[in-house]
């Protein structure tokens, strides 16, 4: 090892390169406490990051700190925030994952089925993304991540409100991207296809089968598979993608 080094002049631009490490980041996931939210916030933790999770109930993983948020209240989000700074700084790098479903079909679904999930989905991002972009401009860094849906790209019958509020993460991300993009601020929006949460738990196991036949992989997702992908987006590696839909979904979406 030291004979290696010895080959190279200490300042030389290559043992720096070689030898870099991640930068440790501090970050924040909503909806942390369970599903694929909580197995984002594992793999930033098994990075070494410095890791904060909102949760309405329950808790982070091991190593990070908990803050309760509930992204319809921006009051909360404020507070939530504040919380994480004081204990690890300004928030680098921020996941939008909280998000609900209420699948109806439209003849089925009230007003107040579609303007909750968007409140949670689309607007509840926003505010996320407003929050966050504060401390980002001040630092010119930051990594904006909206976890969106294959059903935002797809659409999908039953999710009308669902599948509307993912697309509308595409227009939040890409136009945060024009308005930050110079500030060294990426945002990027990753569409899951079925993942296995409790989200998906609750279709019917002909349902579960119909998807896995028009899925090219044949299989659901583990979280960590999204985890691993939402990870990598935050790293310094991914540094020029900005304004992107990174499909994580079997090739189920395959072309949108
Ligand atoms: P889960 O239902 O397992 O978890 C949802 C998470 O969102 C929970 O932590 C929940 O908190 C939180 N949440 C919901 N509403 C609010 C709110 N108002 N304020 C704060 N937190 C809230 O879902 P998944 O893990 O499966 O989904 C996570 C994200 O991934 C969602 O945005 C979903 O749309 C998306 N997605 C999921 C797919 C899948 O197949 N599972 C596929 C594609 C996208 P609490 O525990 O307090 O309810």
Request: no cysteine.
């Given at each position: 090892h030291t004979l290696k080094l010895k080959?190279?002049?200490?300042?030389?631009k290559l043992v720096r390169m070689t030898f870099a490490e991640p930068t440790i980041r501090t970050v924040l996931i909503t909806g942390g406490n369970r599903g694929i939210g909580l197995a984002i916030a594992e793999e930033f933790v098994a990075q070494g990051h410095r890791v904060a999770v909102t949760a309405r109930s329950g808790e982070g993983p091991a190593g990070s700190l908990t803050v309760r948020a509930d992204v319809t209240d921006a009051a909360s989000l404020d507070a939530a925030f504040t919380e994480v700074e004081a204990a690890?700084?300004?928030?680098?790098v921020v996941v939008a994952n909280a998000g609900i479903t209420r699948d109806l079909l439209l003849m089925r679904m009230n007003e107040n089925d579609f303007t909750d999930v968007i409140d949670t989905n689309l607007t509840g991002a926003f505010r996320v993304v407003k929050r966050a972009s504060k401390g980002m401009m001040k630092a010119r860094f930051g990594r904006i991540i909206l976890v969106s849906s294959v059903s935002g790209l797809l659409g999908a019958a039953g999710q009308i409100n669902y599948s509307a509020s993912k697309s509308g993460l595409i227009g939040l991300a890409r136009s945060v991207t024009r308005e930050?993009?110079?500030?060294?601020i990426t945002a990027n929006v990753v569409a899951p296809g079925l993942i296995e949460t409790e989200m998906t738990a609750v279709l019917s196991d002909e349902v579960q089968a119909d998807y896995k036949k028009s899925i090219p992989a044949g299989r659901f997702a583990s979280p960590q598979e999204v985890a691993k992908v939402i990870a990598w987006l935050a790293s310094d590696d991914a540094a020029y993608i900005s304004g992107a839909i990174i499909p994580v979904d079997g090739g189920l979406g395959m072309g949108h």
């Open positions: 080959s190279f002049p200490a300042d030389s690890y700084g300004p928030v680098e930050l993009g110079s500030r060294g």
